[in-house]
């Protein structure tokens, strides 16, 4: 029982693919004060159902991992379960892994170089209702702040065959000859929802490869000639 006036230990689930990683991490978490490991998950989906049956405080996730990547895990906790937040740790530090976290509902972004005591702080602010970042990221946030805005991408008012507003937008970045990774970067979304669009439009409209999908873009006045 606690005494009045103390803080209660934050309840904590680790989520990582990487079995000697997660087990390390649960076990220093298990060290730290004002954090007690209610469960641990080997990817995304395990990760959503332990929130949904643990109701924890805090998610530590991981990005790469099986079956539901951390972006779309954390996007399913912050929509279903709001009263969970997120604290990334990861390896990648890069911006595409770094801004769709963000942008999936992230209010923490650690790397797996941090100490023990940074982890606390971030779960801290994140309860506290303030963002627990490392500060490279803070610096790059920054960054991304002092650069100029992409501009909008045009896309029809009804898109053709069915397409999603979305799945439009894809394909005319495609037809601008932008990457699965430039595509995610421009969209604040991974690269697995950006595969995941391109797949969908395909099968919409019967398009094979990407050269198919620009001369589609085109025909269809989603994009027309400079």
């Known amino acids: 029982m ?90 990648f530090g890069d911006d595409e892994s770094l801004f769709p976290a963000l942008h999936a509902g992230a209010r923490g972004y650690l790397t797996k170089d941090a100490g023990g005591d940074e982890i606390v702080r971030a779960v801290q602010s994140v309860l506290s209702g303030e963002a627990g970042l490392a500060p490279s990221v803070q610096r790059r946030l920054l960054e991304r702040l002092s650069e100029p805005a992409p501009a909008p991408v045009p896309v029809a008012t009804e898109a053709p065959d069915g397409l999603t507003a979305r799945e439009a937008e894809v394909l005319v970045l495609i037809a601008e000859g932008l990457s699965n990774q430039e595509i995610a970067r421009r969209l604040h979304v991974s690269t697995a929802t950006v595969k995941t669009h391109i797949n969908n439009l395909f099968a919409k409209t019967g398009l094979k490869d990407r050269a198919q999908a620009v001369r589609y873009a085109y025909a269809k006045g989603l994009v027309r000639p400079q």
């Open 2 to 91: 606690t005494e009045a006036g103390e803080r209660k230990p934050a309840r904590v689930v680790v989520a990582d693919d990487q079995t000697v990683v997660r087990e390390g991490i649960v076990m220093l978490l298990g060290l730290l004060p004002g954090l007690e490991v209610v469960g641990s998950a080997g990817d995304g989906e395990e990760a959503v159902r332990l929130v949904a049956e643990l109701a924890p405080d805090v998610v530590l996730m991981d990005l790469r991992m099986p079956r539901c990547d951390g972006v779309e895990a954390t996007r399913r906790i912050r929509s279903e379960y709001p009263g969970t937040q997120v604290v990334v740790l990861t390896t």
